[in-house]
């Protein structure tokens, strides 16, 4: 592997690692939300909210584009108000991922805040229990595992995410070609053992991540 | 002095099948009412609605506060023992007993000396550094009556909280109960299908069926 590989697995590792602080940050509420509170149009939301796991990448990556193009409404005003630009720099490439790992995440918190069994919560506000004390005190303890295991497979579809990557942040090396986009790079130029190298580093961090979500909670899971 | 409990409810909602409607009052010259009646009666909801768990157009005044406000169930002074615990399973028995002084709002945090005896009451001490799941079906239910009493409740509902207890260990149990509620003057509306505990604890008796009361008056009366 060439330095310039090394420097793709670093920034893809750390996009992958913004993009799903982010996604639990705004999934996490939202998951919530719909699962203890449905309310008509709720469905709209999961709907809107799973779009980027069957739409192909590209596609998320356009319409991407299409809000936070420096000529799109999004983007113009993040430009003028900020002077932050997102596409072709980084921030773009979490952007891209984020979009694309939000589902995976969402779907599982729903479920896992779904699981949780109202009895359990209304004990704890008849105890006295303000909301906030009853979500992290009963709530989060008892989906903790849905929570973590929707983040790690957030983390892994950041961490291979190419299409929409490609779209919105480019490929411009040390700055967002991130490990996917470099074993693109690898196979067309033909260079084989760098692609393999890169193979095993992606493969290895997607097992690790599997592994740690599956493995049993010491405290605070069911 | 009369403290109030008015339980009103013309309709709660469709998943429950059948209509109650009751005016229920209580009257703390008696300690204990007990809620008896066949399975399917509607006691389990009649204690739900008295909680507030259900959203319904019953109208709860509890202490004799008239206010027809629905208020949040940590405002109630309602304590609730479950006939299946829930005991939070991600807890020990230290946690679950002190889950109210630990997280309630500050007027509902019972003093750790008070919180020692209460514990020593229901004999629980030696259980405290236990995990949940190791636990008898009588310890568990120990264990949810002292949570439940931690939280100091003016007014506790009871659902058949000594159900998973044998004869002997039930008579010992519901007397620790009995001591610790008149110590701390306490009103207990407790579910029973046992007349002699319907005759050694409670001063009153509803007897409900098919979500109305059918009797009420003391316990020689209504049995």
Redesign the interface.
Known sequence: MTAEDYTAIILSLAVALAATISVVCVGTPIAWYIAKKPFRGSGLVVAISTLPLVLPPTVTGYLLLEIFGRRAIVGHFLEQQFGLVIVFHWTGAVLAAAVTSFPLYFVSARSAFASVDF??E?????????EW?VFW??TL??SIRGLVAGGVLGFVRALGDFGATLMVAGNIPGRTRTAALALYDATILGDAARARSLVAVLGAVAVAAIWFAGRPLS???? | MTQQVHVFQSKICSSIPGRFELDLELKTNHRVTALFGPSGAGKTTILKLI???LESNSTVALHGNPSGRVQ???D?G???V?QDD?L???LDVLDNAQ??IK???SE?RMEPSVFDSLCENFGIVHLLGRKIFNLSGGERQRVALV??LA?MPKLLLCDEPVSAVDRVGRTELLANLQSWTEREQIVVIMVTHDHDEIRRMAGHVWHIDAGRLIAEGSPDSVI
């Open positions: 009895a359990y209304q004990a704890a506000r008849l105890m006295g229990c303000s004390t005190r009963i303890p008892l405290k605070g899971g069911r | 909680a507030g768990w949040p169930l940590r109630r309602v304590g609730m479950y829930l939070f399973p991600h889950f109210a997280y309630a709002r509902r949570r439940a939280a």
